[in-house]
Structure formats: structure tokens, C-alpha cells
């Protein structure tokens, strides 16, 4: 067996291992840069990710608003707000990030498990699949449920009320959403 082959079959090949020390010096300098700065940039970074992968998913997946549209012309602009961007996310973050994320994270640690990604993930599913009105709308839910999930915890690192601003974020998601759907369909 060659000696390159050998190293990378006993995983000591030395590039490999420098570009995985690189990648968790990045995370861990992101990291710190996300509890250290203020809560409003902290909002509208979580914003942007959560757009911008957004905009990734509606690009590989068609998306269908016409269940949106339809219950925006139903309960009209007053009711569209009240309901899309005031009382869904507060409830929401109750729901699918601060309880699912504390009795997952409980049950979990019965087992000793003690990473956050799986709670994350667990959040992220059941908020993508309560957004079930197309295909795309549940991609779109659980990557936004992903980057909700990860932004309540790291808030609750922050030692900040993380439903408060997390419910913070999603409304503003909403508001964009129905600024979008309401005039420019």
C-alpha cells in the first residue's frame, strides 16, 4: 500500500487535518462574534442568513403562494398582520423552539447525549412540517426552523430573552413575506 493511501487510510493526512483545524477555528471565531455583538445586529444577521437560505430553496424548488395569498385576501391587511406577524411567531417560538427545544434537550441528556444539534434538528422538522402548504413552504420551514432554533439557543448563551428574540426575528420574516405576497401578487 502506498504511503499516501496508508495515512489517509489512519486518517493522518496532514492537509486534511489542517483544513479541519481551519474550519473549527472559523466556527469558533463566528461564534464569538455572535455572542459579543449587539442584539439588533444579532436579529438582522439571523435575518439575513434566514433569507438568504430562503432564496436558495425557492430557487431549486418552485413555490406555489396561492394557499397564502388566498387566506391574505380572506382575512385581509389588519388581519393578515395581527395573525402572520404579531401572534404566530410569539406562539411559534413558544411552541417549536423554547418547548420542543427544552424537552428535547431534557429527554436527550437522559442518555447522555449533550449536543444541541439534535434538538435543533427536531425543532426544525416539526416547525417545517407544520408549514405543510407545498414542498417548498416545508424546505423553507425547517431550514428557517434550523437557523431559529440555533439563534434561540446562542440568545440564551447571550443571556437575552431568546423567545423574545427569536419572535422578534420570525415576525420580521413574516412582515417581509406578507409585504411580498400582499402587493406584489
Not at 427544552?102 to 444541541?116: D, G, Q
Not at 413552504?137 to 431568546?162: N, Q, T, W
Request: charged share 15%; aromatic share 16%; net charge positive.
Amino acid at each position: 500500500m502506498c504511503k499516501r493511501w496508508r495515512h489517509r487510510a489512519v486518517g493522518k493526512d496532514p492537509d486534511r487535518e489542517k483544513l479541519i483545524v481551519l474550519r473549527i477555528m472559523v466556527m469558533r471565531k463566528i461564534y464569538r462574534f455572535l455572542l459579543r455583538i449587539h442584539v439588533v445586529f444579532f436579529v438582522l444577521i439571523g435575518l439575513l442568513i434566514d433569507f438568504a437560505m430562503n432564496m436558495i430553496v425557492e430557487y431549486f424548488i418552485p413555490v406555489d403562494d396561492s394557499a397564502v395569498v388566498t387566506f391574505l385576501s380572506d382575512v385581509g391587511i389588519m388581519g393578515g398582520l395581527l395573525y402572520g406577524v404579531i401572534f404566530l411567531p410569539i406562539i411559534e417560538t413558544a411552541i417549536f423552539q423554547a418547548l420542543i427545544i427544552v424537552i428535547s434537550r431534557y429527554l436527550l441528556s437522559k442518555i447522555n447525549v449533550r449536543h444541541y444539534i439534535f434538538p435543533v434538528l427536531i425543532s426544525a422538522s416539526v416547525f417545517g412540517l407544520s408549514h405543510c402548504y407545498n414542498l417548498a413552504y416545508v424546505v423553507a420551514a425547517f431550514v428557517a426552523g434550523c437557523i431559529y432554533a440555533f439563534f434561540y439557543i446562542l440568545s440564551g448563551k447571550r443571556e437575552e430573552c431568546p423567545i423574545i428574540v427569536i419572535a422578534i426575528m420570525h415576525a420580521l420574516h413574516n412582515l417581509a413575506a406578507f409585504f411580498q405576497d400582499f402587493f406584489f401578487n
